[in-house]
């Protein structure tokens, strides 16, 4: 038997491709708790790419745990474009990756310090720089969640993909 949220993200073409290229990968997760993470480590192999990852689902974990800047959470919060930014990069650098993931948002039921259910910041930090996206997801909190997960390891294998295009 599968998993089904395994099989329903790209997460083992993301381990063949970074397998593939001698890469690794680390997260910094925050709404996910650790569902990407444990996504990648359900695929046989993962233990050729994936580093670790940070759950830091605690707003002040965000800063002790992947050194998001204090200052900058405290102005900006912890659902936005800059904490998903710092997550991304922390955990890269934190675990010593080739890769790093960065997500922070809303799963629900309730807003966020004004940010809707299914704000999602989803970051990619590589070696040509980090990239941010803001989500707007739909569903149940359980949804949301995996919806992040899924565009997480997509927007990593694209990522991947593209800089041995380039």
């Not at 990968?25 to 940070?54: D, F, M």
């Not at 900058?72 to 930014?85: E, F, K, M, Q």
Request: one cysteine or more.
């Amino acid at each position: 038997m599968t998993d089904p949220l395994v099989d329903g993200t790209r997460a083992g073409d993301l381990v063949a491709v970074l397998t593939a290229r001698g890469e690794t990968v680390a997260t910094a997760e925050s709404l996910t708790a650790g569902l990407l993470t444990a996504t990648i480590a359900g695929v046989p192999g993962a233990s050729n790419v994936l580093r670790g990852g940070l759950v830091v689902y605690a707003t002040d974990l965000k800063a002790t745990l992947a050194g998001v800047d204090p200052t900058r959470l405290a102005a900006d919060g912890p659902v936005a474009a800059s904490t998903a930014r710092a997550l991304a990069d922390g955990a890269r650098a934190r675990c010593g990756a080739d890769w790093g993931v960065g997500l922070t948002g809303v799963a629900g039921p309730d807003m966020q310090d004004g940010h809707p259910v299914g704000t999602v910041f989803l970051s990619i930090s590589g070696a040509s720089g980090t990239v941010v996206r803001e989500l707007g997801l739909t569903g149940d909190r359980w949804q949301i969640r995996k919806s992040a997960v899924s565009a997480a390891v997509s927007g990593l294998l694209d990522r991947v993909q593209e800089t041995s295009a380039g």
